[in-house]
């Protein structure tokens, strides 16, 4: 389980994340939500270790991000927004290098890993020319391959077709039926098809923190859309 | 866990590698062994007297590297901000000081090549002019040592930017700095102006601690200072990461 307490962050002087609390549960899907700059990314830096905090505390499992910082990070893997592949490598000499930095991964796994996520035909190509769509499955590729008990991912299907969309979906609600998955999206069909929770965030605070069906119930119409348009920073939920 | 160790390997393996698949390495070698064998031709008597030594060229080698070395680690950082990698880096669990130690290595590694490149004058004078082949492999090992400490202080101060120039320019003035303190004697030139018998040089001759080398009175003060400048930039170049985690 991931504890989230009292958190905040500021960058250049601007408060970005305030008083953050929340827990996320074992074997769920949740969805972070927020409008451009309420502070997803930076939450889920802060909680994937590329920030350090200014206050408060994360802890998964026990160990804490500060404190236990390679246990923490042996548990979680996050997938940025911007994919952060190295252009010059190949597919498979990202896929070994970032097994190598979590000490190497088996075969069996390596190979079904790329074939989940069909990364077969690009396989060898140098990850600068792969389309956006390839360099989403290639980056959470990467993820998968330490089998991280938490999963972050920012917005996961950016880019993908439909098709894509749908496959990696399925493949998502399938690794959550013994993990735990982060999302951040803007896409509200996302949240409805994948998440069980939902963690609304707007200016750095966090508004509302309840199961998708519960939020069904109270926003009219159970339109997403209607919530996500209601942001204004000052109504809670 | 995987050791530190591994992980330094794999962060070498890694550069040293896309020094040559980024083709720049193809670039400054030539460049590299053009200024190197011109400059010392052409900017000293290195043919019309006997050159046991190869003094000249030694005497030239932190000059030109001061150029090159910049060159070289000005992408070590800034290429993990442009592409969003170094996200992924430190979402991983390893310690950054693995990952400062596995860049430097291959910085390193890729200037010990360059050095390794320019031998062929030393087959050229050995065979038309003849030296004394022990003092130029010493000499040989003490530019590797403080091309060693130029490529820290380098790596350090172009991961304080974000982009390639600043990196290039800040790493460049460092290193002049570096120069200007160890081998020009210019800081004590200017220093002596205001302060009596100043001196900020640590090591004062780079051809008497190499003569040390050969004669096997080896200044170990110097190499103790060598490394101890190496593991300071390397110590600063980690704090460096950190607080861009805290303020990026």
Known sequence: MLIVKKLSKSLENNKILDNINFELKDKQIT??????????????????????????????????????????????????????????????????????????????????????????????????????????????????????????????????????????????????????????????????????????????????????????????????????????????? | MVGETDIIKTFFFKEFKSFFQNKMIYVLLPIYLIISFATVIYFSDFMSVANLSMQQFFLLQPRIFVIFIPALTMRLWVEEYKNNTWEILLSQPISIAAAVIGKFLAVWAVTGIMLLSSTVLWGVTAWFIGCDNMFVLANYLMTFLVVGIMCAVSAWAGALCFNYIGAFLISWAFLAILFAVNFDNTINKIMALFIDNFNARVFSDFAEITASLVSGEIKLAFIFYAFAIIATALWANVVAIDYKRSEK
């Open chain 1, 31 to 237: 969805a972070l939500l927020g409008v451009n700059g309420a502070g997803k990314t930076t939450l889920m830096r802060c909680l994937a270790g590329v920030y350090e905090p200014d206050k408060g505390s994360v802890r998964f499992d026990n160990f804490s991000v500060k404190d236990n910082r390679k246990e923490y990070l042996q548990n979680i893997a996050y997938v940025p927004e911007l994919g952060g592949l190295y252009l010059d490598m190949t597919v498979f000499e990202y896929l070994t290098f970032i097994a190598m930095l979590n000490g190497g991964c088996d075969k069996k796994m390596f190979v079904q890993t790329i074939k989940n996520l069909e990364l077969e035909s690009v396989i060898a190509k140098k990850c600068a020319a792969l389309s956006k769509g390839y360099k989403k499955r290639t980056a959470l590729a990467a993820a998968l391959l330490k089998q991280p008990k938490l999963l972050i991912l920012d917005e996961p299907t950016e880019g993908l077709d439909p098709k894509q969309k749908i496959a990696l979906r399925k493949l998502l609600k399938k690794y959550a039926e013994n993990n735990t998955i982060l999302i951040s999206t803007h896409i509200m069909e996302e949240v409805s098809a994948l998440a069980s929770h939902i963690i609304l965030i707007n200016k750095g605070q966090i508004i509302c923190d309840a199961p998708e069906s519960e939020i069904r119930k109270v926003v009219p119409d159970g339109n997403f859309e209607s919530l996500f348009s209601s942001l204004d920073g000052d109504r809670k939920w």
